[in-house]
């Protein structure tokens, strides 16, 4: 079965840290460019970070530049997402998303994400004192 797993969710006071895990089961990984998304209760799902498949390129939105750090292990077919200074505003689901072009991924960046080839169920992260 082809699938993605998030892990790493949690509660977390704010400015404190974690770090997520996507790993990739049935498939490998290193063919994929992956995003990382989230959505909040009642808002949009919106990007957060993406890499490509040999991990030489990146992009994060303003909303987290700074704060959060993708990564990749492509020998454990895992990607990570670092989240560090964490704030309330971050409180969510995030998910990551799998894509073999780094350019549509981007793009999926600003919401339209309708194309990835295989997204995870998901990972509450919630922060709060």
């Known amino acids: 079965q082809l699938q993605l797993v998030e892990s790493g969710g949690g509660l977390v006071q704010p400015g404190g840290s974690l770090r997520l895990s996507c790993a990739a089961s049935g498939f490998t990984l290193e063919n994929y460019a992956i995003g990382w998304f989230r959505q909040a209760p009642g808002k949009e799902r919106e990007g957060v970070s993406c890499?490509?498949?040999?991990?030489?390129?990146?992009y994060y939105p303003d909303s987290v530049k700074g704060r959060f750090l993708i990564s990749r292990d492509n020998t454990k077919n895992t990607v990570y997402l670092q989240m560090n200074s964490l704030k309330a505003e971050d409180t969510a689901v995030y998910y990551c998303?799998?894509?073999?072009?780094?350019?549509?991924?981007?793009?999926?960046?600003?919401?339209?994400?309708?194309?990835?080839?295989?997204w995870g169920k998901g990972t509450l992260v919630t922060v709060s004192s």
């Open positions: 890499i490509n498949s040999s991990g030489g390129e990146t």
């Open positions: 998303a799998a894509h073999p072009s780094f350019v549509y991924t981007r793009v999926a960046m600003s919401g339209r994400a309708s194309g990835m080839d295989y």
